[in-house]
């Protein structure tokens, strides 16, 4: 049985950082694109990130440039969304998707990705 499960959200101030992590069982996660959304209350899910199969690509949302990056360890089977710089609109519900052998094109609107996690929830208040 396949599964990817996100941790690593919680309540932090403005300016503060969080590290996500996407853990995955049932498969080699290096063989897949790893792709972070999120989902405000109210909002539509909108994509955050992705990192490619094979670590050759990494993309980016541009309202989280330069705060946010997206790594993997293989070993840990895990992929991380390190968060600095927090915001109030970065509040959401964080979900990890994964696709195999897949460059990230797209990656927001265009693929069904083949697993999905529970998500995680981000509170960014004072």
């Known amino acids: 049985q396949v599964q990817l499960v996100e941790s690593g959200g919680g309540l932090v101030q403005p300016g503060g950082s969080l590290r996500l992590s996407c853990e995955a069982s049932g498969v080699i996660l290096a063989y897949y694109a790893v792709s972070w959304f999120r989902q405000a209350p109210g909002k539509e899910r909108e994509g955050v990130s992705c990192l490619s199969y094979s670590d050759t690509t990494t993309v980016y949302a541009d309202s989280v440039k330069g705060r946010f990056t997206i790594s993997r360890d293989n070993a840990k089977n895990t992929v991380y969304l390190q968060m600095n710089s927090l915001k109030p609109g970065d509040t959401a519900v964080y979900y990890c998707?994964?696709?195999?052998?897949?460059?990230?094109?797209?990656?927001?609107?265009?693929?069904?990705?083949?697993?999905w996690g529970q998500g995680t929830r981000v509170s960014v208040s004072s």
């Open positions: 998707a994964a696709e195999p052998y897949y460059h990230c094109s797209g990656y927001a609107q265009d693929v069904k990705y083949d697993y």
